[in-house]
């Protein structure tokens, strides 16, 4: 098609030039490509051949980072590099920094980006307290919300939601005795969300 052109020639190393996750940042596309100078690093692009180049060269030189995870959270980009490392970017070399360098023996990167606010929740994975739930507003690492902490808060949510408010009042639809229909029922009606 003639509307379908290449943006821009990327350095081939023998490696997967180009990561097939996007992420965008206002009018500018974020991924991953390698270059035998670089090394695979964080790109931008605006669609134009001038404006398609190395965001930062994470670990300098040949070697690479493998950004990955890219997530748009309001003016701010998020994604892991070096497998274990969360990092935040604005989209300039020197916004582009470290969040938190994770445990390396952890079994997993950060991963999930969901961003609820100006707060970013994800999971990551550190030898003492194994994969939890983390949260960061980009600038102070909250420490990995407890499982306590997460049934207290679901416990909260479920009393003050309507469905747990009161008993329904509509009818259940059954089915005969023995059913499958009917199983599923009665189990359901013996178990309290």
């Known amino acids: ?23 965008a940042l206002g009018s500018t596309i974020y991924f991953m490509a390698c270059e035998s100078a670089t090394g695979c690093e964080l790109w931008r692009s605006d669609g134009t051949v001038p404006g398609t180049s190395l965001v930062k060269d994470i670990n300098p030189g040949p070697s690479d980072s493998f950004p990955d995870g890219l997530t748009t959270v ?3 980009l998020y994604f892991h590099a070096n497998g274990n490392e969360l990092w935040k970017s604005d989209g300039t070399t020197t916004g582009t920094v470290l969040v938190k360098a994770f445990d390396p023996a952890g079994t997993s990167p950060p991963s999930g980006f969901t961003a609820i606010g100006s707060t970013v929740y994800f999971s990551a994975c550190e030898t003492a307290t194994g994969c939890e739930l983390w949260k960061t507003d980009g600038t102070l690492l909250a420490p990995p919300l407890s499982r306590t902490s997460i049934r207290a808060r679901l416990a909260a949510f479920r009393s003050s939601s309507p469905r747990s408010a009161a008993p329904s009042t509509s009818p259940r639809r059954t089915g005969p005795a023995g059913s499958r229909c009917g199983k599923a029922t009665e189990q359901r009606e013996g178990r309290r969300w």
């Open 1 to 23: 098609m003639p509307g379908t052109v290449p943006v821009k020639p990327i350095d081939l190393t023998g490696a997967p030039a180009l990561s097939l996750r996007l992420a």
């Open 74 to 76: 309001g003016s701010t």
